[in-house]
């Protein structure tokens, strides 16, 4: 798993609380109440792309991501230009493995501004990858990083990949500087960790899942792996 849920739950939620002009929403929070609210609002408005976007974002947060793919298409087919709404429109159709993802991915990476470009490589990267093809991934990945050097995530992921295809030292570089762009990040210490019990130095590996549990004490795979190490 890579943990592409957990991201898409925090970019979204930082999105669909701000309008298309910058303004915040006055829509309350996401649950099943305002989940049927923006419903019934969304019949009154249905052209709202602010509205569609929250409902969006509802609609994700209750488990169904056909409905969310459904409103953000419906968004951007009122108002192309949201670079966002089209970038995790990208990530929900990466995910569920749809060719539309690298669509919208062809078209971003056309962007003029560096970071929506390397987003638009991210995700044929993501698509890749959840589809096996985990030498695309990274040749996308890399691409990501060539148009955007500081796009920490192209590195995690890139990472992945050559973890998958076992070329573990490559897999460390990687991660070496995912890490120099952000020491906060868990899933950078639990990939390094991963990484290290391949290479049978446990000790290591066990310090590394130490390490993103202090960051993110839920981690399950880290949990998972440390509790492994101590059996």
Request: aromatic share 10%.
């Amino acid at each position: 798993m890579r943990f592409l849920f957990h991201f898409l739950g925090i970019a979204l939620f930082a999105l669909f609380y701000v309008s298309c002009d910058g303004k915040k929403s006055n829509i309350p929070p996401s649950n099943s109440v305002a989940a049927d609210s923006s419903l019934l609002l969304l019949e009154k408005y249905p052209d709202s792309v602010e509205l569609i976007n929250q409902t969006a974002f509802n609609a994700l947060q209750l488990g169904d991501t056909g409905k969310s793919i459904q409103l953000l298409s419906q968004s951007l087919g009122i108002h192309l230009e949201q670079p966002e709404v089209e970038n995790q429109l990208g990530f929900l159709l990466a995910a569920i493995k749809s060719e539309q993802a690298l669509l919208i991915a062809t078209r971003m990476t056309h962007s003029e501004k560096a970071l929506d470009a390397a987003k638009g490589h991210y995700i044929k990267g993501l698509f890749y990858a959840n589809t096996g093809n985990d030498k695309e991934a990274i040749k996308s990945f890399d691409s990501s990083i060539i148009t955007n050097f500081t796009f920490t995530d192209a590195y995690i992921e890139k990472a992945i990949s050559l973890y998958h295809l076992r070329e573990i030292n490559k897999a460390i570089d990687a991660l070496s500087k995912a890490m120099d762009l952000d020491r906060k990040n868990p899933d950078v210490y639990y990939w390094l960790g991963l990484c290290l019990e391949e290479k049978k130095e446990n000790e290591k590996a066990a310090a590394f899942f130490e390490e993103t549990l202090r960051l993110a004490p839920d981690h399950e795979g880290a949990i998972s792996s440390l509790n492994n190490l101590k059996k």
